[in-house]
């Protein structure tokens, strides 16, 4: 049997297969012809020469990123290492440049990453690192897409997503914190003792001024009470010193009877007796009396004698 037909035909389709290939979307095919580069093939179904031409290599077109982590030294001798996530993409119109001109891309960019960050961060306090973190990145985006355009490569964002400083640096800077917030904390908590003392002595003096205000009121009611007391008495016949003698003696004996309701009171009585209270309002009687006498003396003084 002849096997020649059918080592032919095969060989046919293989060259038939061997002329189509395929371009993934978001892509770009790099085919040469004879070694030498002859186009650059898009998404989709492409035809080649078979053991003509060749696909040399393929670029995806899509955003990558690329993370650079460098160690560097502040303006106040602090090492510390800062994460730079560098996002690009290969220009769809300069595939040429970008498969032909760089073997290693991603060394490219690490090494201008690297460049400017250690040109950058020496010219700042540890602060400062994080407060313009984002004029870091600027300064990396400007620097790579100045440097990789001519390469085919578009820098589309720098972001420095880390700042790792060395770990006693932390602790300090902690520390720092810590203290700042307690002295905050002791001067809100300064300002609420006063705040608290101050309307403590306003409630106080308030209750002073109203205590003293009921303490009138009340003995200008007693005063109003025993005038009227006394008016009553002097309807009877009482005159007013012993009006108030008898009004005096009759508190008296109130005083006694209230203290003995108190089971539990630990006031102390000195010896007391009837006698006690009639020998008062006698007493009593005879002071308002000679009271009277003297202001009625001083009242009306008696003439000075002259001598001839």
């Known amino acids: 049997m002849n096997t020649v037909p059918f080592i032919i035909i095969a060989l046919i389709i293989l060259l038939i297969f061997a002329s189509f290939y395929t371009v993934k979307q978001q892509s770009a095919a ?7 580069f002859n186009t650059i093939s898009q998404s989709g179904l492409r035809f080649k020469i078979p053991l003509i031409d060749r696909v040399a290599g393929r670029l995806s077109l899509k955003i990558q990123q690329l993370d650079v982590i460098i160690e560097t030294k502040t303006l106040d001798d602090v090492f510390v290492k800062l994460k730079v996530s560098v996002q690009y993409k290969v220009i769809r119109e300069k595939v040429y440049d970008a498969f032909y001109k760089l073997d290693y891309p991603h060394d490219q960019i690490t090494s201008y990453v690297f460049d400017v960050v250690r040109a950058e961060v020496p010219k700042m306090k ?6 313009k973190k984002d004029d870091i990145a600027i ?34 800077m902690n520390r720092i914190n810590a203290s700042e917030r307690e002295k905050i904390a002791a001067q809100f908590e300064g300002d609420a003792q006063r705040i608290l003392i101050v309307e403590r ?101 008696k003439p000075k004698k002259t001598t001839k």
Request: aromatic letters at 4%; proline letters at 3%; glycine letters at 6%.
């Open 30 to 36: 790099i085919l040469e012809r004879f070694g030498r």
């Open 126 to 131: 540890l602060d400062d690192v994080f407060v």
């Open 139 to 172: 300064a990396v985006k400007t620097e790579l897409n100045d440097a990789m355009s001519d390469y085919g490569f578009d820098i589309i964002k720098t972001l420095v997503t880390d700042i790792d400083p060395d770990a006693q640096v932390k602790e300090a």
């Open 201 to 301: 002595a306003k409630a106080e003096a308030e209750s002073k001024r109203l205590q003293g205000q009921g303490i009138a009121d009340q003995r200008r009611e007693i005063a109003r009470g025993l005038e009227e007391s006394v008016e009553v008495l002097n309807k009877v016949g009482i005159n007013s010193q012993e009006a108030s003698a008898l009004i005096v003696v009759t508190q008296h004996y109130d005083t006694l009877q209230s203290i003995g309701q108190e089971t539990n009171s630990n006031l102390i009585l000195l010896p007391n007796s009837p006698q006690a209270g009639s020998q008062m309002l006698n007493d009593m009687v005879a002071s308002f009396t000679a009271s009277n006498q003297i202001g009625e003396a001083m009242k009306n003084p």
